[in-house]
């Protein structure tokens, strides 16, 4: 019988930290696929991310076994078929999709993403003695940068000119940076059902932060008066803290380990205490056990923290009733994309935005079509003067 692999969700007995595992059809933990996964906690990775990376372990380690090949003694051309059936083989049907639909594949991103960590999990092993390092190096080759990210330097002799590179992986065109004008912005707070939806639009789209920030907010980070030093906090004008906790009942974490503070205007405060005032007409004195800034107040459980998959299914009504293809993410685009089109220096954005690295910001260094044909314009003058 073939032997399948699966993530699998740990929480710890002790304390209720949750993290990930790799186990086989009997629950049976994969000692080097856990292994792996605990590198990445170690590293101080997010539990989602080790949710995703034991999902791609616990893929190949399932087609090896289908294939009878063994993982550890796994080949370039085996690895090099791994990777073209990521992309024909169907993804199963979706639970409530029709079974005579369409079938699903993996897009080239998705699949290259699957292989990247395949290969990564493969080299750790390496690094740890566990499978042939002379077997992965072959999946590798050196490649030399004559251009460097902006954030990096070439280093004595050039010697971080000379990286390892992946001999397998798929061509995948850069996507297209998405956002949306400003104004389209209140087009999507206007058809939010709800004082709680749209606050939680707005203040998105105010501030830029992540959904896995926003649904992490606690009522102690609202710091919305003129003054909080009565809160014990030093900074001036009303704004939230942005702080990542892994004890969150709804799983929401904020992706970068470091804490910062976001000033948001008097339009998000009002926006705040209409949501207040509908939390407590709806839950009343019941409303004392959730930290949590975003519950649930118009489905069960009533006062539970929200959730990932209702917030996706609200951003859903809203890209029907407006036309415009939102979620989350773009929101973050779109304050990025606001901010450095108003001048708003670089390192300032980047700090808002969270990114620890310079060049994170890439995607948004976008100028748009009315930038870039002003340029032409002031360039070509010179073609006036001779008629």
């Keep these: 019988m073939t032997v399948s692999y699966r993530a699998w969700r740990a929480v710890s007995p002790s304390d209720g930290a949750v993290s990930w595992v790799v186990v086989d059809g009997d629950l049976e933990l994969h000692v080097e696929g ?70 699903r ?48 330097e070439a280093g004595e002799d050039g010697r971080r000119r000379t990286v390892r590179s992946r001999l397998l992986k798929f061509s995948v065109p850069e996507a297209p940076f998405e956002f949306i004008e400003a104004e389209r912005v209140e087009d999507l707070v206007a058809a939010a059902g709800n004082a709680r939806d749209r606050f939680l639009v707005a203040l998105m789209a105010m501030t830029g932060m992540r959904i896995g920030e926003t649904l992490g907010l606690h009522r102690q980070d609202m710091h919305l008066l003129s003054d909080s030093r009565s809160l014990g906090c030093p900074i001036a004008g009303p704004h939230v803290h942005v702080r990542r906790r892994a004890e969150n009942a709804n799983g929401a974490l904020a992706k970068s380990r470091f804490a910062r503070s976001i000033p948001v205007p008097e339009a998000a405060v009002t926006l705040y205490a209409d949501y207040a005032h509908e939390r407590h007409r709806r839950l009343g004195d019941d409303d004392s056990d959730s930290p949590l800034v975003f519950v649930n107040l118009y489905r069960p459980p009533l006062g539970g923290p929200l959730g990932y998959q209702a917030t996706k299914d609200m951003f859903d009504r809203l890209a029907r009733a407006t036309g415009i293809a939102v979620r989350p993410h773009l929101l973050r685009h779109t304050a990025a994309t606001t901010w450095l089109a108003q001048g708003t220096p670089r390192d300032t954005v980047q700090h808002l935005l969270g990114h620890v690295s310079p060049t994170s910001m890439a995607p948004y260094l976008h100028p748009d079509e009315a930038d870039k044909r002003a340029a032409v314009e002031r360039a070509a003058a010179w073609v006036k003067g001779r008629q």
């Excluded at 990775?45 to 076994?65: F, K």
């Excluded at 690895?79 to 079938?103: D, I, N, Q, Y």
């Excluded at 499978?131 to 940068?145: F, G, H, I, Q, T």
Aim: a positive charge; proline letters at 6%.
């Design 34 to 103: 856990c292994a792996f996964v605990a590198g990445l906690r170690g590293r101080d990775c997010s539990v989602n991310t080790e949710r995703v990376y034991a999902g791609r372990v616990a893929l190949l380690l399932s087609w090896c076994a289908a294939e009878g090949i063994c993982w550890k003694e796994i080949r370039l051309d085996q690895m090099a078929r791994f990777k073209r059936w990521l992309v024909t083989e169907p993804l199963p049907a979706r639970r409530r999709a029709s079974s005579t639909g369409p079938r």
């Design 105 to 152: 594949f993996r897009s080239p991103a998705t699949a290259d993403a699957v292989l990247g960590t395949a290969c990564e999990f493969l080299r750790f092993c390496a690094l740890h003695d566990l499978v042939d390092p002379a077997a992965v190096a072959k999946l590798y080759e050196s490649r030399y940068l004559r251009f460097l990210p902006p954030s990096v």
